[in-house]
């Protein structure tokens, strides 16, 4: 724990102007960023009797070690600076809303020769018209089902467009008329743009004209005993009111306003934001936070503010924001308001009527939310405390371990060994920290020797970052290899340089791996590391903190190569542990008997979410390549040669097999292959030996297969002899 005396600025030199500040810890991370009017009078607030501070407020001016701040011209500025910083540094004291997710959009992509009706979530795109946002995608897609019978806009995709019209037959939608199908010229572009705008026209509450009109068309039709079209009529008019009713009028004079809502306690707060259009609330979000500081409701709504228009334009921010409290001063907050939506913004609390009775309908909604995440992680900050402490009893440690990293290696019989590192901060998976590490010092199954390896490479990488940063004293200068000697060089330091590679990020590699980063498919999502990749001063480094407890996937074994692998670098200051499966024994360094939590202990269990998220992460990544391994072929091997043109080789002879039967000559022959190419893969081929053969074990039958990567549309693993479930073994 800092003093904050130890790193005061003296009076003199802080400026008295608006800017923005950030604290840094010990280990240059930013944990917090501010912005002042007058930084000097704001600064010397941190910096007065520890026991005047609130609590979360004095807990982080005791673990920062540094403070420093960027003079600018207006607050408005400070503001826009501090919203960039929050979001590029993720400092842990901000207040950060949860459930930051990309809300839907119904959006109609006027931009397109045939406007187009979907579901979109992300940043917004010019020509694109965007109602909402919406809560869930399903309530979108059920209004657009009712619409479509009265404007029967086209839904699908420019791939299923194309193909309609290449074969000049419509899609299912087009059959039932809930698409007017452009795609076979059913109807022109004129007039299927013309039935978009009116799709759009109603969707901003222009409801009237087209409810007349059909009342009207239907009169006539009954009128002149068309009964068939004045039931179909009907039938779009009650669709059409269905959807009405969907989005009720709540205020009048077609109002355009976003209302926001805060329900706080001691130490959370829930944010409701009602999004009304045209007089109709058109969509509802809401997020949740821990208050980690001192902070008022109307700072709430000033950080809720920031992130809902932070990255938003033009009529996106909407003329008027009604909100419980004013941010102070209320003034930046709404030029820069204005600023974003390109003319003048309303920022005020609503006193009368509809829009106050509105308001009320959103703040109980907020209380709901609230009481009802209290539910849901009842006591949830109080037990990921109690199982800190726990571990830190059972453990000895000298204090809660606030960082825990967990390693696992995973093989399948020995082939494609990997590890995974997985880390939790506060009890919290932090998965923009997830590392993967392919064992490359050796060949075969060995999990010992593979865990101080991965050990000694990930904490060589991190005293190679403490010599870059500074950070290395003197006394560290002992520190060796993971051979037990010093560096061939003499200088006592790690080579960085050699473990270039090392802990290679969830998305880094050529698999597909939150708040946070670890299966395929998901791990791209859960593991964003824009930010980590970057190496500038303040920014989230690779392997650049140590953690105070690392625990291994094991027992005795395991844990006395962590603690070999440390030991050999010289670091003593990392707690070492061992989680074995069998009995869920914890295992130290050194000790004949493991340590026995009770089965209820939340340290136990938050140990075991540890232990499992790194399995999980470490087979993942293990089978990923061993599924690439399987889908490699001959023509992998031949070095320059990319995908478009195996696929010319493939289509051209038909098999690899009559592929390596044909003379150089013949494969030149091929569009795009050159006689230097053509006789490196005739050479790739011809080393390459052929595949065994594979045999029916039920009929004793050898049966041709091709070999692997023989067709682009057969990636499937190679046939072997023996049976599937024979060859599997088992992975670990």
């Known amino acids: 724990m800092a003093d904050p005396s130890s790193y005061r600025p003296k009076p003199g030199q802080i400026p008295d102007s608006p800017g923005v500040y950030r604290f840094r810890d010990e280990h240059r991370r930013v944990i917090y960023v501010g912005k002042a009017k007058s930084l000097r009078q704001r600064l010397a607030n941190y910096f007065q009797d520890l026991a005047g501070l609130h609590p979360r407020t004095r807990s982080m001016v005791t673990t920062a070690a540094?403070?420093?701040w960027t003079v600018v011209s207006t607050e408005v500025e400070a503001l826009q600076l501090e919203y960039s910083w929050i979001k590029e540094y993720d400092p842990r004291f901000n207040v950060k809303y949860r459930d930051d997710k990309s809300y839907p959009y119904l959006a109609v992509t006027m931009n397109?020769?045939?406007?187009?009706?979907?579901?979109m979530r992300g940043h917004k795109k010019k020509g694109v018209r965007y109602f909402g946002p919406y809560a869930h995608a399903w309530a979108i897609r059920d209004t657009v089902d009712l619409l479509l019978r009265v404007f029967p806009v086209r839904t699908c995709s420019a791939g299923v467009f194309k193909n309609a019209s290449r074969t000049g037959r419509p899609c299912l939608l087009?059959?039932?008329?809930?698409?007017?199908?452009?795609c076979v010229d059913r109807i022109d572009a004129d007039d299927h743009r013309e039935l978009a705008d009116e799709f759009c026209d109603f969707m901003t509450g222009r409801t009237g004209t087209y409810l007349r009109r059909?009342?009207?068309?239907?009169?006539?039709?009954?009128?002149?005993?068309?009964?068939?079209?004045?039931?179909?009529?009907?039938?779009?008019?009650?669709?059409?009111?269905k959807a009405m009713e969907k989005n009720a009028v709540v205020l009048a004079d077609a109002t355009d306003a976003d209302l926001i809502a805060v329900a706080e306690d001691e130490l959370e707060a829930a944010v409701q934001i009602f999004h009304v259009r045209g007089g109709r609330v058109r969509g509802q979000r809401g997020w949740v936070t821990d208050k980690v500081e001192d902070v008022t409701t109307g700072a709430l709504v000033e950080h809720a503010l920031q992130q809902l228009y932070g990255e938003e334009r033009g009529d996106s921010v909407p003329k008027e924001v009604l909100v419980p409290a004013l941010p102070e001063p209320v003034e930046p907050v709404q030029e820069w308001l204005t600023g974003r939506r390109g003319s003048i913004v309303s920022l005020r609390i609503p006193q009368r009527g509809d829009k106050k009775a509105l308001m009320e309908t959103v703040e109980r909604n907020a209380q709901q939310?609230?009481?009802?995440h209290k539910t849901r992680r009842a006591s949830d900050l109080t037990t990921r405390s109690r199982a800190l402490e726990e571990i830190a009893e059972a453990l000895d440690l000298d204090s809660a371990p606030l960082r825990i990293e967990c390693y696992d290696i995973s093989h399948l019989q020995g082939d494609d060994v990997v590890a995974s590192m997985v880390v939790f901060e506060d009890g919290l998976q932090r998965k923009s920290e997830y590392r993967r590490f392919q064992i490359k010092g050796f060949?075969?199954?060995?999990?010992?020797?593979s865990m101080h390896e991965v050990i000694t490479r990930r904490f060589r990488r991190y005293l190679g970052e403490k010599e870059r940063t500074g950070e290395w004293t003197d006394d560290e200068s002992t520190v060796v290899t993971a051979t037990g000697t010093p560096p061939a060089?003499?200088?006592?330091?790690?080579?960085?340089?050699?473990?270039?590679?090392?802990?290679?990020p969830a998305h880094a590699t050529g698999s597909t791996p939150a708040h946070g980063a670890g299966e395929l498919l998901t791990d791209a999502a859960e593991a964003p590391l824009t930010s980590s990749l970057k190496d500038e001063d303040g920014r989230p480094r690779r392997f650049a903190y140590p953690p105070q407890l690392v625990v291994v996937d094991g027992g005795q074994p395991q844990v006395a190569a962590a603690r070999r692998a440390l030991d050999e670098l010289g670091i003593d200051d990392i707690a070492v542990c061992g989680l074995a499966k069998r009995l869920e024994e914890v295992w130290l360094p050194g000790d004949d008997d493991p340590v026995v939590l009770p089965r209820s202990s939340e340290g136990l269990y938050l140990l075991q979410r540890v232990r499992d998220e790194a399995h999980r992460f470490a087979i993942t990544y293990q089978r990923a390549k061993r599924a690439k391994r399987f889908r490699s072929g001959p023509l992998d091997e031949v070095p320059g040669l990319g995908e478009t043109r195996k696929?010319?080789?493939?289509?051209?002879?038909?098999?690899?097999?009559k592929l390596r039967a044909a003379t150089v000559q013949e494969i030149c022959e091929v569009p795009g292959i050159g006689r230097k190419t053509a006789e490196t893969i005739a050479a790739a081929l011809v080393r390459a030996a052929p595949p065994a053969p594979a045999v029916n074990t039920a009929t004793g039958e050898i049966i041709e297969e091709e070999e692997p990567g023989a067709t682009p549309d057969s990636p499937g693993d190679p046939v072997t002899a023996g049976a599937p479930e024979e060859r599997r073994g088992q992975e670990t």
């Open 66 to 68: 540094s403070v420093e």
């Open 112 to 119: 397109e020769e045939y406007p187009r009706v979907q579901v």
């Open 174 to 182: 087009g059959y039932i008329g809930k698409c007017s199908a452009p």
């Open 214 to 241: 059909l009342e009207k068309q239907m009169a006539e039709a009954a009128e002149e005993m068309e009964y068939e079209r004045a039931a179909r009529l009907r039938d779009d008019i009650e669709a059409l009111r």
């Open 369 to 372: 939310a609230l009481v009802l």
């Open 443 to 449: 060949e075969g199954q060995d999990d010992v020797r």
């Open 489 to 504: 060089d003499g200088t006592g330091t790690p080579n960085a340089d050699a473990d270039a590679a090392d802990g290679i």
């Open 647 to 657: 696929q010319a080789l493939i289509k051209h002879f038909g098999s690899v097999k």
